[in-house]
């Protein structure tokens, strides 16, 4: 009987796998062979028609190299940044005692619950009066600082024992050394957590990336991928390359670190 | 001196001081002593200027004409909500998005607590399953959508000729205006599927496995177990993951702009797109307009927090 139920539990699993793998199994294979494999042969296409000329194509159809450094820049500013003033503005939220802090900790929250979509058009005032339009700069500045890291190490900081920050108070040290040297390295899990958070959505980011940004270079790749798949829809095996390479960085993640997305980014956000 | 041992679980630090008033504060040394509060400093100026600044900016933009580059002329009141609300199109936008993001979201939880509970107990070939089902999270927004341009395209489309390979005949995706929001729907439930897997997975294994040996003890297996026991300590998690998945939903932009721009017809258009295109498409643009698009965002989005916080409270009492 439980042989049974265990060998259904099995088929449900398997088929639902097929169903959540499918679209990617398409794209990687569609990727890796000539233009309407998949339609001719199926999904099992015959070795020889491995091929890595839609990545050829890819890379000289849009300006794909120059798009990933835009990317990785603006991964690593917003990164930075956030993580950055997150653990200070954290600091200054938990540890010191002083007026206008339940204020600020309200701000924090209120950021939270504004939809980042619905204050594009005076950003995009801004940004373009100081002339960082079409610049790395000009997509990253408004993401310097992020409600969700400060929250989540502000929660994090929270649960340090308070006689260790006095302790280290004691010992002579200032604010920035505590906080670095003490606070944060009590914290690790919860910093990571954030770092991987702030990397994901400075990498993610589409809307804003694509309202500040005109000339095809200075774009991020997801902005790239989206207008590649405008151009090449009549040949998807050029778009699945380019998908490919788009994810493939995040991909690595899931694959080397789903635990840690697990423990950290799933369980963290459940605050 | 008492010792002060805040519990790690409140996280009511602030509460502590006063509530001890006997502890003592470290010594303050030097100038640097009073540098902490400071420390707040670069995140609130970066927050005020780029989150509450807009958001103040947005409100009044709403209330103002645009001239022909978009920038506010006069000041005409409400006189832009009146026309924007009373319009049957932008009507059927507004209930067009809250159609796509509940569709999306449905499938993309139904489908990751199924596949977290079938996991729960070890399976052959489980933790590999348990990769495949969190590799949708690798997959931003714009990316996905791209995968899924590439699947439903019209006659070159994959999707289509795997379903004819089983005898289905696939829909003209992306051109009959019911299949395209279903086509939408489907990107946006896959994509934000992953992230459900990952957070489900998270408290499937945060179950206390006592509470699940005496459910089975008292004869609860399979599907009784999961539905009277585990599903309901679930209940934060897919509380959680309705709201966000909601949230994200009202905020649809990538997958319209990236498989129909809205079509056929509009019938794809929401909310993101519809301030998109008064503000940056390819007409004149109207600042004013958008911004009451905006703001109808906001109240939609805040609507939604607002519900998440009467069910949690209601949990609580």
């Known amino acids: ?271 | 001196m008492t010792i002060h041992l805040p519990s790690p679980e409140t996280g009511a630090r602030d509460q502590a001081p006063d509530q001890a008033p006997a502890r003592t504060r470290a010594p303050r040394r030097g100038g640097r002593g009073g540098a902490g509060p400071w420390l707040v400093v670069p995140a609130v100026l970066l927050l005020g200027v780029f989150v509450v600044r807009p958001l103040l900016r947005t409100a009044e933009l709403s209330l103002y004409a645009s001239d022909i580059i978009g920038n506010p002329t006069r000041f005409v009141g409400l006189t832009n909500y009146g026309e924007l609300l009373t319009d049957p199109g932008f009507v059927r936008v507004t209930l067009t998005t809250i159609l796509i993001a509940l569709l999306g979201t449905a499938l993309a939880v139904t489908a990751a607590l199924g596949a977290a509970l079938l996991l729960r107990r070890r399976l052959p070939g489980g933790p590999a399953f348990s990769i495949v089902f969190s590799l949708p999270f690798a997959y931003s927004a714009a990316s996905a959508s791209a995968v899924f341009a590439g699947l439903y395209a019209p006659s070159v489309g994959i999707l289509n000729v795997v379903l004819a390979g089983v005898g289905v005949e696939g829909p003209a995706w992306l051109s009959d205006p019911v299949a395209a929001i279903g086509a939408i729907s489907i990107a946006t439930g896959w994509y934000e599927f992953g992230f459900a897997f990952l957070v489900l997975t998270a408290a499937v294994r945060a179950v206390p496995p006592e509470v699940v040996e005496a459910a089975q003890l008292d004869g609860a297996g399979g599907w009784r177990l999961a539905s009277r026991i585990l599903v309901p300590i679930m209940r934060p998690s897919l509380l959680f993951l309705a709201v966000t998945g909601t949230i994200s939903g009202l905020q649809t932009f990538a997958q319209i702009q990236v498989l129909t721009r809205g079509g056929p017809g509009g019938a794809t258009t929401t909310v993101v797109f519809q301030l998109f295109q008064l503000a940056f498409g390819n007409g004149t643009p109207d600042f004013g307009r958008a911004s009451v698009v905006a703001v109808v965002l906001v109240v939609l989005v805040t609507a939604v927090t607002v519900v998440q916080f009467r069910l949690l409270g209601g949990r609580e009492s």
């Not at chain 1, 006095?166 to 990571?192: F, K, M, N, Q, Y």
């Not at chain 1, 804003?208 to 200075?218: E, N």
Request: glycine share 8%; proline share 5%; hydrophobic share 55%.
């Open chain 1, 1 to 271: 009987m439980l042989g049974v139920s265990a060998a259904a539990r099995v088929a449900v699993v398997v088929v639902l796998a097929a169903v959540v793998a499918f679209p990617i199994y398409t794209s990687f294979v569609s990727a890796l062979t000539v233009n309407g494999e998949i339609a001719r042969h199926g999904l099992l296409p015959g070795l020889g028609s491995l091929t890595l000329a839609n990545f050829a194509e890819v890379s000289r159809s849009v300006d794909l190299v120059p798009q990933y450094l835009v990317s990785i820049a603006v991964v690593t500013l917003q990164t930075l940044a956030q993580v950055a003033t997150g653990a200070l503005a954290a600091y200054a939220l938990v540890f010191p005692r002083w007026r206008g802090k339940g204020l600020a900790f309200a701000l924090v929250l209120l950021t939270l619950a504004i939809p980042g979509e619905s204050i594009v058009i005076p950003n995009y005032e801004l940004v373009s009066a100081i002339g960082l339009r079409d610049t790395v700069l000009g997509v990253a500045l408004p993401y310097l600082a992020a409600g969700y890291p400060i929250f989540l190490l502000r929660q994090a900081f929270a649960g340090v024992p308070l006689e260790i920050w006095e302790a280290s108070r004691l010992d002579g040290a200032g604010d920035l050394r505590s906080l670095v040297e003490v606070i944060l390295p009590a914290c690790r899990p919860e910093v990571t957590t954030a770092v991987v958070w702030s990397a994901l959505s400075a990498w993610n980011g589409f809307f804003w990336p694509l309202l500040i940004t005109d000339s095809s270079s200075s774009r991020t790749i997801q902005v790239g991928i989206s207008q590649l798949a405008a151009s090449e829809a009549s040949d998807p095996s050029v778009l699945f390359a380019g998908t490919v390479l788009v994810v493939l960085p995040t991909m690595l993640l899931v694959v080397l670190a789903q635990r840690l997305l697990v423990n950290g980014l799933a369980r963290g956000v459940l605050h």
